[in-house]
């Protein structure tokens, strides 16, 4: 499901009642863990948690760095984590954590599928987004940026 919604108040209010209670539980679970400096927007159609582009203007996309988003899909909700899906160490952590809780885990690589608000580690929801403040995921996006520079560069070197 795309959303054409401007503001997250109005993506809310085109989910269904079951919907919009899980999503706005998990988005009060992140905005109670936010670190300092991200942004809540709407972006790509979903409610996105971001490096605002008065902090980090040239970016890959020209659309500013999304370090958490949230979604109601076709036939899941996801919860989009890429500070887990750009390093590794992290993503062993979150992902040992949350088979701990004994829920069952539905997980690429940086996006969290639920169906039901009861099958997400919402504590654990709030320490992956409050383990990583603004200014280490600018690093480290901009390492991961870096390296895909590189490659574009190198292959154009071979060409």
């Known amino acids: 499901m795309q959303s054409d919604a401007k503001t997250v108040e109005e993506y809310l209010s085109e989910l269904d009642e079951g919907r919009h209670a899980a999503i706005a539980a998990v988005r009060a679970v992140i ?8 942004e809540e927007t709407m972006q790509h159609g979903m409610i996105c948690y971001v490096v605002p582009q008065s902090v980090v203007a ?3 996309n020209g659309q500013p760095l999304m370090y958490i988003a949230l979604a109601s899909q076709k036939r899941h909700m996801s919860l989009y984590l890429t500070s887990v899906y750009g390093d590794e160490a992290t993503a062993a952590w979150f992902r040992e954590r949350y088979l701990a809780t004994g829920k069952r885990m539905n997980m690429g690589k940086s996006c969290v599928r ?5 099958n997400l580690p919402l504590d ?3 320490e992956v987004v409050a383990m990583t403040p603004m200014a280490d995921f600018i690093g480290h996006a901009g390492a991961h940026e870096g390296s895909r520079t590189r490659r574009r560069q190198a292959r154009g070197k071979a060409a």
């Open 114 to 118: 639920f169906t039901k608000l009861e």
């Open 58 to 60: 040239d970016t890959y």
């Open 124 to 126: 654990l929801v709030g």
């Open 31 to 38: 905005l109670e863990n936010l670190p300092a400096g991200y």
